[in-house]
């Protein structure tokens, strides 16, 4: 991966991912490495043990968490004796996954599949972090049992998340609303038709984004 760095790509992503001071992603350090270079490698990578996983996962280099997230990613499904491991280790570990990039290509290939058949008691606590990363975690790995049209928790965590003050909580809710909508348009609507006047701007935004112009107005407006 080091090979693979590139100096002024670093600095765009440094920019990108917000790394300034009070910024959310403040202190992140980057090599400037694409994320197709990051999968090809990751792809050459799968017999690697957790126990390796886990030296990446916690590397000071965003490239390299997120390389280890994607070998996660790869593994889960294809090595079922090591799920257990995969799962504990995302969740010992996650305050390394910190940044929005590495939530959301990884909660809902792990969390959410390995939740399926268990207590999600967990996700209602992360919710209710103090830890941006964590409620990002919490309602992104609803995105598994979304595409299977199980939309009870998304609801649920949508109801205790609809009060966060912070952007990225408002997308991802949003996003997570309107992947409802594409299952089942009457569900989202639903639950916006009691929720949308003291919803965020941006969540609610994100959750009629496909709906028709008229009725987007209408959220927008204030008058649905």
Known sequence: MKSLANKEQAKNL?????TGKGDYGYGDRFLGITVPRTRMVARAALD??????????????HEIRLLALIIMVLKYPRKPEEQKA??????RDRAYINNWDLVDLSAHHIVGPYLEHRDRSILRTLAKSKVLWDRRIAILSCFYFIKNRDFALAFELADVLISDTHDLMHKAV??????????????????????????????LRYAIEKFPEKERKGYLAGLQ
């Open 14 to 18: 440094a920019r990108f991912f917000k």
């Open 48 to 61: 690697l043990p957790v126990a390796e996983i886990q030296k990446l996962l916690r590397s000071p280099f």
């Open 86 to 91: 995969i799962y504990d280790l995302y969740m």
């Open 174 to 203: 949003g996003w997570m609303l309107r992947e409802i909508g594409n299952k089942d348009p009457q569900a989202e609507r639903a639950f916006l038709a009691e929720r949308y006047k003291k919803m965020p701007r941006t969540m």
